[in-house]
């Protein structure tokens, strides 16, 4: 616990939650409740803005919840604890509204996850340890190279399981991006 802060956990708890419900035949239920517009308008948008994001708080397995889960305390956690509640929930949100939102435009309004915001806490992770090692963020070769390999792996279709590769590669996109906004706006307000 002492790794995680409070939005580390309340996302964490949201996710088995949202997974608990589920398996206890509230499937279709909390499924229909939290999935992404069937169509986006900005009429939809602005009669449910949580859709944009809440396709991450749902789950199809144990296995998809349970690695996705783990990922995101053990980095989450630490970018929460490193640099603050504010860059975590910026990363969340962005990197969920983005993810979810290529995804829709790729495949429809039928997938969830936490996959996309997962990418996204594992490509700031990664760029903040190249970009601002000092901020004691960092991601060693082989976890990089094993999440990079996984990502290539759901696009060539060679995975046993349904991947939403779009929201992957946007999530890490994104994070990636987020981690370079970052140290730019950091290094600007150093040379004040």
Not at 18 to 33: C, E, I, K, P, T
Not at 92 to 99: K, M, N, Q
Not at 106 to 115: A, E, H, M, R, Y
Request: include cysteine.
């Amino acid at each position: 616990l002492a790794h995680a802060g409070m939005v580390t956990l309340t996302v964490f708890i949201a996710c088995w939650i949202v997974y608990g419900l589920s398996v206890f035949g509230f499937a279709m239920d909390m499924f229909n409740s939290l999935k992404f517009y069937s169509s986006l308008s900005v009429e939809s948008v602005l009669s449910a803005p949580h859709r944009l994001f809440t396709p991450a708080l749902f789950h199809f397995s144990l296995l998809h919840i349970a690695f996705n889960t783990m990922w995101w305390w053990q980095l989450g956690g630490a970018i929460e604890k490193t640099q603050g509640i504010r860059h975590l929930v910026l990363v969340f949100f962005v990197s969920a509204i983005v993810s979810n939102v290529s995804q829709f435009y790729v495949s429809g309004p039928n997938f969830g996850g936490l996959s996309g915001v997962v990418y996204a806490v594992v490509g700031y992770v990664w760029w903040m340890g190249y970009l601002m090692p000092e901020k004691g963020l960092n991601l060693s070769k082989p976890v990089i190279g094993m999440l990079l390999v996984w990502l290539l792996l759901g696009f060539v279709d060679l995975l046993p399981v349904n991947v939403a590769n779009t929201a992957h590669l946007t999530g890490l996109l994104s994070g990636c991006f987020l981690a370079y906004l970052y140290s730019i706006r950091h290094k600007q307000a150093q040379n004040k």
